[in-house]
């Protein structure tokens, strides 16, 4: 499965559709924060709040990362949650730096999801994971086919890492002190 995934034309095409489509729900979610204004206090309140009872459905060490960082600091997250909507559902409609904006988009879903809202978050995860799993092949069809080669030939092209090869010491200096 992970080679079709990574290698198949016909996945390619199969993972274009895919990445349109999670694109479109991260950008539209996105945008509508982004024109209609939006506001975080609310949502990170009842969250906190839903930490609480009985049956809490939000865990404590995530309301403690809420109340404590979030809501203090609602002013930042009322930036960064519908830019970064928007910016998921740009780069996987675009196929740029697909495989980075499907981790992402995961990384919301999840946080929206521990926060206590279910609605299509665990969808949009599962059909993120095949994004991610496929790699390159998801973003060939789009800016990925020219992106990557150009990042691999121009930006990685002097990391030991990335060259295939070992990194390798530096020659000793054999110079007399």
Known sequence: MNTWLRQNKVAMWLLTVLRFYVGFQWIHGGWGKLTGGFDATGFLTNAI?????????VKAAW??????????NVELFNIL???????VGLGLILGTFTTVAALMGMVMNFAFLF???ISTNPYLILLE????????????????RWVLPYLKAH???HHPKHDGGTP??????????
Request: charged share 15%.
């Open 115 to 117: 926060s206590g809202t």
């Open 81 to 87: 949650v519908p830019v970064g909507e928007f910016l």
């Open 155 to 157: 930006v990685f092209k």
């Open 129 to 144: 994971i095949f994004i991610v799993v496929a790699g390159a092949n998801a973003g060939r069809i789009g800016l990925d």
């Open 49 to 57: 709040t839903l930490s609480t009872g009985d049956k809490p459905v």
């Open 168 to 177: 390798t010491a530096p020659a000793p200096d054999h110079r007399a002190a």
């Open 63 to 72: 309301a403690g990362f809420l109340q404590h960082f979030a809501l203090p």
